[in-house]
């Protein structure tokens, strides 16, 4: 897979603190509530543990409390608090949303990059996305090979009453389109080689 020399940081490297995550463990919904989030690198196999409490009373916070390591090995200890901004929802209730601490807005998730030290926003951490970092020629064939791969997990059953089911037919269709565009770009690339060569 080939990149843009000036690729960006992507919000998949990076550690991500979802709203949705502590309402579905129940952290929304008491007044004081802790716990703790564990990520993992698929580069290297480093875990990255983070503690939280979170109160919803009067001025409601999530507290994040980590330790950072830097490359010459010293280690900073991390305390502070994210304030909690709510919506009203239209049934009643309200909805919770993280102010991010840098620019104060209202985000879903807050992104822990790589090479920086706190959680912000995907827009104060300059962050982009993995299939944006992909050159035209080869981000093609990357999404399309992205939906081949999802759809071939989800195939429960490959055929029906001797027919391929809907979701294999998709993949058929996508296979094609894949072995269409290959002829264009294939002489693409002979082009740029042969440019290259000259130089």
Request: glycine content about 8%.
């Amino acid at each position: 897979m080939r990149y843009y020399y000036n690729r960006k940081a992507t919000a998949d490297e990076s550690c991500r603190l979802r709203i949705s995550e502590l309402r579905k463990d129940g952290m929304l919904s008491s007044g004081y509530s802790s716990g703790t989030r564990i990520w993992s690198s698929n580069r290297t196999d480093k875990k990255t543990i983070i503690g939280l409490a979170v109160d919803i009373t009067d001025d409601p916070y999530v507290r994040l409390i980590y330790s950072v390591t830097d490359r010459k090995g010293k280690r900073t200890d991390y305390d502070y608090q994210v304030s909690l901004v709510t919506t009203p929802c239209n049934f009643g209730g309200v909805r919770y949303w993280f102010g991010c601490p840098s620019c104060g807005r209202r985000v879903a998730v807050l992104y822990l990059a790589p090479g920086d030290v706190h959680f912000r926003c995907r827009n104060c951490n300059n962050l982009s996305y993995h299939s944006r970092n992909e050159s035209n020629i080869y981000g093609i064939f990357g999404v399309l090979d992205r939906k081949i791969k999802k759809l071939r997990s989800e195939i429960k059953r490959w055929t029906w009453r001797g027919r391929p089911t809907r979701k294999v037919r998709r993949i058929q269709a996508l296979q094609r389109k894949m072995g269409i565009l290959s002829g264009p770009i294939r002489a693409q690339m002979e082009k740029m080689e042969a440019r290259l060569s000259k130089r």
